[in-house]
C-alpha cells in the first residue's frame, strides 16, 4: 500500500466517489424510466376519474384511491405538524437537561428506528380495535403520526437548533421574552428546515404501505367521512400486483405516485430556496 | 412594575450621580469563579471602557448589567448590581424591563434574518407598539441617530442581511436606540470592522453618549483611549477569577496608572 503515489490514490479515492454517484443517479433514472414507460401508456386523464372496479379483473381507474390519499395525508399532516413542532420546540429550547428529557430524546431514537409494520400493528389495537375507530382513514391517519412523529420531532429540533445563538441573544437583549424570541426570530429562521421536514414526512406518509394495509382496510369504494375506510395509492399498487392481473394498471398507478413525489420535493426545494432568499437578502 | 417606580422616583429626586454601580461583585460558573469582589460606579451619559487581556472577565462583567449571564445554567452572582439605586437581582425586578432599559450590542453584528425596517421594528412591535405611522417614524428617527438614515433610505425593505459589516452593526444599534433604553452596552462592537467602520461607530458612540450611558469592552487600547471618559482595567489572578485592578478616568488611567500592573499592560510591556 505505501507504494502507491499519492496522485494515484487521489485518482482512486475520485474513481470510488464517482462511481458511487454514478450508481445512485443510475438507480433513480432507472426506476423513474421503467415505471414511467411502463405506466404511462395507461395513464390517461378517464383513469384518474374513475373509479377501481375491483375484483380479480383490476378494471377500472383511481379516483377514489386518490381521494382517500389525499384526506390520509392532510389528516396526517394536520395532526403531525403542530404536535412535532411543539415537541420540537420544547426539546430544543425549554428541556433541560436531566434524566427525564433524555429519556425523551432516547425514546425518540428507538421510536424512529421501529418497524412501520409495528406502528400498524400498534395503530389496529389501539385505533382500530379499542378506540372502535375501525379500519378508516382517521385511524390509518393517527398510525402514520405515531410512525412520523420522531421524524418530525428530530428534523424540525436540528432546524430549530441550527438558528445561531446571536439571534435568540439579540432578541433578549431587546427585552423580548423567551416566547417572543422563540416565535419571532427563532422559527421564522427555521422555517425552511421545518418546511423540508414536513415535505420529508409527506413523502413517507405516501410511501407507506404496510401500517396502512392493517389500519386502513383497503376498500376501493369512494370515502364519504374520516371514518371511512380506504385505500392509498401505495396500496392500490400493492393489491394490484399482488391480486389482480392487471399489471399495467399497478404501474400507471406507480407513475402517478412517482411523479408526486417527484412533484412534491421540487415544491420543496422551491419553497425553502424561495424562503431562504427572502431570510437571505438574495445571496 | 415595582422597578420602574423605584427607578422614577429615583431620577425625579436626582439621588443618583450614579447611573450603574456594583458592589463587591463576584460572578460564578458552577464552581469557576469568573468574577471576585469587582465594585465600580459609573456616571450617567458618559463611555465608560473596560479593558484587560483576553479572559480577564470583561464580556462576564458586562453581561451582568443585563443580565445576559442569566442564560447561562448555573451561573451565581453575589454582591450588588444597581441601577439608580435598585438592585437589579432583586426578585421583584422584572428582567424583560431591565433588558428594554439596557440594551446591548454584540461583537458579531447580529442583525435578524428580516428587512432593515423589520429589524428596527421589531423591538417597539414586541413591546406592543403596532401602528404603522408610529412605527415609520421611529425607524428614521433611530436611523438618523445611528447615521445610517441617508445608507439605507432607499432599501429599508431589503434584507439587513445584505449589509455591510459595518452597516448590519450600525444598524443593530438603532435596533436598541428604538426600544429607548438609557444604558447601552457594547461588546467589542468593532472586533469585527474594518477600520473606516470602526471609526464611523465610534463617532457614533461619542454623539451618542450625550443622551446615554454607554459601557464597552474592548481589546483596542486606542479606541478605549479615544472614545471613552473612563476606564476600567481589569485582569485576572491565579486562579483565573477576573479582577477590576484600576479604575479612573481614561487620561489618567493611559497617562498617570497607579498600579504597576496598568502600567505594564498599557506600555505593552505585558498581556
Known sequence: MRNI??????????????????????????????VLSRGLPALDLDFLLTKPRGGLSGEGGISTVIVSTVYLIGLTLTIL???????????AEYAPSNRFTNFIRYGIEVLAGVPSIIFGLFGFALFVTALHFKFSILSGALTLVCLLLPTMIRTTEEAIKAVPRSYREGALALGCTRWQTIARV?????????????????????GETACLYVTMGGSAAMPTSLLSGGRTLSLHVFYLAMETRAMDKAMATAAVLIIV??????LTTWLARRFSMRMGGGQ | MKMNVTLERAAETNLCVTKLRTDMVSLFYGKFQALRNVSLDITPCSITSIIGP?????????????RMNDLIPNA???????????????RAVDVVDLRKKVGMVFQKPNPFPMSIYD??????RQHGKTNRAELDKIVENVLHRAALWEEVKDKLGQSALALSGGQQQRLCIARVLAVEPEVILMDEPCSALDPVATLKIEDLMRSLAQNYTIIIVTHNMQQAARVSDMAAFMMMTEDRAGELVEYGTTSQIFTNPKDKRTEDYITGRFG
Open chain 2, 76 to 90: 451565581v452572582v453575589k454582591g450588588k448590581v444597581e441601577l439608580d439605586g435598585t438592585d437589579i437581582y432583586d
Open chain 1, 261 to 266: 413525489i417527484i412533484l412534491v420535493n421540487t
Open chain 1, 5 to 34: 503515489s499519492p496522485k494515484t490514490s487521489q485518482k482512486i479515492a475520485l474513481g470510488f466517489i464517482w462511481a458511487g454517484g454514478f450508481i445512485t443517479a443510475a438507480i433513480l433514472l432507472l426506476i423513474v424510466v421503467y
Open chain 1, 186 to 206: 427563532v422559527l421564522p429562521a427555521a422555517i425552511p428546515g421545518i418546511i423540508t421536514s414536513v415535505i420529508l414526512c409527506t413523502g413517507r406518509a405516501i
Open chain 2, 54 to 66: 483576553s479572559g480577564c472577565g470583561k464580556s462576564s462583567l458586562l453581561r451582568l448589567f443585563n
Open chain 2, 119 to 124: 429589524n428596527i421594528a421589531f423591538g417597539p
Open chain 1, 81 to 91: 405538524v403542530p404536535v412535532g413542532i411543539g415537541a420540537a420546540i420544547y426539546l
